[in-house]
């Protein structure tokens, strides 16, 4: 789980999460933060003894990217499940994406109904449309920050990974069926995110949407 200036809520979803988490035999709850600010670091610290939390805290803020990257290396077990940390999952709908993962490399949790304000609806639509598209593909919510991943699957394309600017599970989840692996998706609940914002500086949109367009064609037709 990466984690950066959550501390509105970290508490709460450490709590939520290590509940669930304690279901599930040989569970290891791994949280990477990424140079937070805000107080998170200290929140987490507390926390650590007594939710047997596997913590990893950075100095300096990496970015979404390298947090993402950071969590999924540390991660050692051969299911792994990503969730963000907002607060806006239900750790209980893991259990759905369990009963799909025989069969399957990868689950997604579909986000619906979203609770997300139109702009990030609108881009999502269109990612994914043109995702599917490009590539023949069905989905609707590739870039969910709630997931099951087949540890096998993640060592194939790890040393690749990070080639996108942004939307590193988008990245993957694409390498991952242009090479053959199963990926499916599994509705699951959404909450309202509470507290600031982690919209993008409209001014960066252009060059993130060109360098996910490169790199999407690079997977597609190896451009």
Same mark, same amino acid.
């Given at each position: 789980? $990466?984690?950066?200036?959550?501390?509105?809520?970290?508490?709460?979803?450490?709590?939520?999460?290590?509940?669930?988490?304690? =279901?599930?035999? /040989?569970?290891?709850?791994?949280?990477?933060?990424?140079?937070?600010?805000? /107080?998170?670091?200290?929140?987490?610290?507390?926390?650590?003894?007594?939710?047997?939390?596997?913590?990893?805290?950075?100095?300096?803020?990496? &970015?979404?990217?390298? &947090?993402?990257? *950071?969590?999924?290396?540390?991660?050692?077990?051969?299911?792994?499940?990503?969730?963000?940390?907002?607060?806006?999952?239900?750790?209980?709908?893991? @259990? %759905?994406?369990?009963?799909?993962?025989? &069969?399957?490399?990868?689950?997604?949790?579909?986000? @619906?109904?979203?609770?997300? $304000?139109?702009? %990030?609806? @609108?881009?999502?639509?269109?990612?994914?449309?043109?995702? *599917?598209?490009?590539?023949?593909?069905?989905?609707?919510?590739?870039?969910?920050?709630?997931?099951?991943?087949?540890?096998?699957?993640?060592?194939?394309?790890?040393?690749?990974? /990070?080639?996108?600017?942004?939307?590193?599970?988008?990245?993957?989840?694409?390498?991952?069926?242009?090479?053959?692996?199963?990926?499916?998706?599994?509705?699951?609940?959404?909450?309202?995110?509470?507290?600031?914002?982690?919209?993008?500086?409209? =001014?960066?949109? $252009?060059?993130?949407?060109? /360098?996910?367009?490169?790199?999407?064609?690079?997977?597609? @037709? &190896?451009?």
């Amino acid at each position: 789980m $990466p984690v950066y200036n959550e501390a509105e809520v970290i508490q709460d979803v450490v709590i939520k999460y290590a509940k669930v988490l304690k =279901k599930i035999p /040989g569970s290891e709850f791994v949280i990477c933060e990424d140079g937070s600010t805000d /107080g998170t670091k200290e929140i987490l610290q507390r926390l650590k003894k007594k939710y047997q939390l596997t913590l990893y805290q950075s100095p300096k803020r990496k &970015g979404a990217v390298k &947090g993402f990257l *950071n969590s999924l290396t540390h991660a050692k077990k051969d299911i792994i499940w990503f969730s963000d940390s907002d607060n806006t999952h239900d750790p209980s709908d893991v @259990f %759905r994406l369990l009963k799909k993962l025989d &069969g399957f490399d990868m689950v997604i949790g579909r986000k @619906f109904p979203r609770k997300d $304000p139109a702009y %990030r609806l @609108f881009v999502s639509w269109g990612l994914n449309t043109f995702i *599917n598209v490009l590539f023949g593909t069905r989905f609707h919510d590739i870039n969910s920050g709630f997931r099951l991943i087949k540890k096998e699957l993640l060592n194939d394309f790890l040393p690749k990974l /990070g080639t996108f600017p942004a939307c590193i599970l988008t990245e993957l989840s694409l390498l991952a069926i242009q090479h053959g692996h199963t990926v499916t998706e599994v509705p699951v609940s959404h909450y309202y995110r509470h507290g600031s914002s982690r919209a993008i500086d409209p =001014k960066k949109l $252009p060059s993130l949407a060109w /360098g996910i367009l490169t790199a999407m064609l690079h997977i597609r @037709f &190896g451009l």
